[in-house]
C-alpha cells in the first residue's frame, strides 16, 4: 500500500495512492502516525477503503508524517560517496540527528537560510520505522519496519563542517523533505536493490542503488536499537552516494530558484524548489495545525 498525508478542505487527511489518484480514508483512521501504531489491527479495513478518488496532482502533499518521531541518519555510508569528501572507510556505523521539526512536504520549497551559505542535497532511502523495538537482532530487522521513502538530507554544510557534531548543519527547519507516501514494507520486498537518483535542474547530479549501502538497512536497525528504542513513526535516512555539491570541483551549493528531485525505485520522487528565506516560513503554521 501506498499511504500519503494530505491537504484535503484545509485539514489534513491520510490516503491510499492508486496510480495517480488518492482514495481518502475517512477521519476515524487518524493521523499517520495512529495508523503505524495500529497498522496490524487496521491494514485490512483500510486496503478495502472505497471512496470517489482525487487525482493527486490536485493536491498539495504534506510530509507523510507531518511530525516523524526522531530523525536518525547514517553518515558516509555509500564507498563513492566517502571518497569525495576525501574521508577514511568508517568501520563503525557513523550516526546523527536531524530534528523532527525539519520535516518537510515532498513538494513543498526547501528554504535556503539566510544565515547559512553553503546548502547541498543528498538523495537517500528513508526507511519508517512500524513496531521498532529495543535491541532489535538483524534477522528480526526487517519485522520493525513500516515502509519505506524517498527523502532528501538536505544539509547546510558551513554549519555541519563548523563542528565535529553535525546536529545543526543537518537540522535547519525544511530540511528534511521525505515521501512522496510512503510505501508499506510488503511493497518492498528487497530495500536493497533500488535505484536512488538526485537531479538538480535536470542535471542528474546522483546515480546509484541502495545495493551500495556499506552498512544495509538491517545492520543500521540492529545497530542503533542497541543505544535506543525505535519507536514507531522513526524514521532512519539511510545515507547518501556520491555525487553531492560538496564534493564537485569547486563545489556547488544550492541556490534560489533551483529544482531539486529525489526519486527511489519503487517508492517515487520528491521535488521542489529551493526558495531563499524571505521570513519565518509559512509551512511552519500549517504543520502546527496538523
Ligand atoms: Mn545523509
Known amino acids: 500500500m501506498k ?20 482514495i481518502p480514508l475517512p477521519p476515524q483512521f487518524g493521523s499517520m502516525m495512529d495508523l503505524i501504531i495500529r497498522w496490524p489491527q487496521l491494514r485490512e479495513a483500510l486496503s478495502s477503503v472505497t471512496a470517489p478518488p482525487i487525482p493527486l496532482a490536485s493536491v498539495r502533499l504534506l510530509p507523510p508524517l507531518p511530525r516523524p518521531g526522531k530523525i536518525l ?16 572507510m568508517p568501520s563503525r ?10 520535516a518537510n512536504g515532498p513538494h513543498d520549497p526547501i ?22 523495538g529495543r535491541a532489535i537482532a538483524r534477522e528480526d530487522a526487517r519485522a520493525a519496519v513500516f515502509g519505506y521513502c524517498a527523502g532528501n538530507d538536505v544539509s547546510a554544510r558551513d554549519w555541519q563542517m563548523a563542528t565535529s557534531q553535525w546536529m545543526l548543519g543537518k537540522s535547519f527547519d525544511t530540511h528534511a523533505p521525505f515521501g512522496p507516501w510512503i510505501t508499506t514494507a510488503d511493497e518492498v520486498p528487497d530495500p536493497h536493490s533500488l535505484g536512488v537518483r538526485c537531479f538538480v535542474n535536470g542535471d542528474k547530479r546522483q546515480d546509484s542503488n541502495t545495493s551500495n549501502l556499506v552498512f544495509n538497512v538491517w545492520d543500521q536497525i540492529a545497530h542503533v536499537s542497541q543505544v535506543m528504542t525505535l519507536e514507531p513513526g522513526d524514521l532512519i535516512f539511510t545515507g547518501t552516494p556520491g555525487g553531492v555539491g560538496m564534493g564537485m570541483q569547486p563545489p556547488v551549493y544550492l541556490k534560489d530558484g533551483d529544482l531539486v528531485r529525489v526519486e527511489v525505485d519503487r517508492l517515487g520522487a520528491i521535488e521542489a524548489f529551493c526558495r531563499n528565506e524571505v521570513q519565518r516560513p509559512e509551512r511552519i503554521k500549517g504543520v502546527l495545525t496538523v
Open 93 to 102: 556505523q557513523i550516526w546523527f540527528c536531524k530534528q523532527p521539526t525539519a
Open 73 to 88: 541518519a547514517i553518515g558516509l555510508n555509500y564507498a563513492d560517496h566517502v571518497r569525495e569528501t576525501g574521508a577514511e
Open 111 to 132: 528554504v535556503l537560510p539566510k544565515v547559512a551559505r553553503e546548502v547541498d542535497y543528498e538523495a537517500e532511502m528513508v526507511v519508517v520505522i512500524g513496531h521498532g
Open 3 to 22: 499511504l500519503v498525508t494530505f491537504v484535503n478542505g484545509g485539514q489534513a487527511a491520510l490516503g491510499r495512492v492508486e496510480g495517480a489518484e488518492i
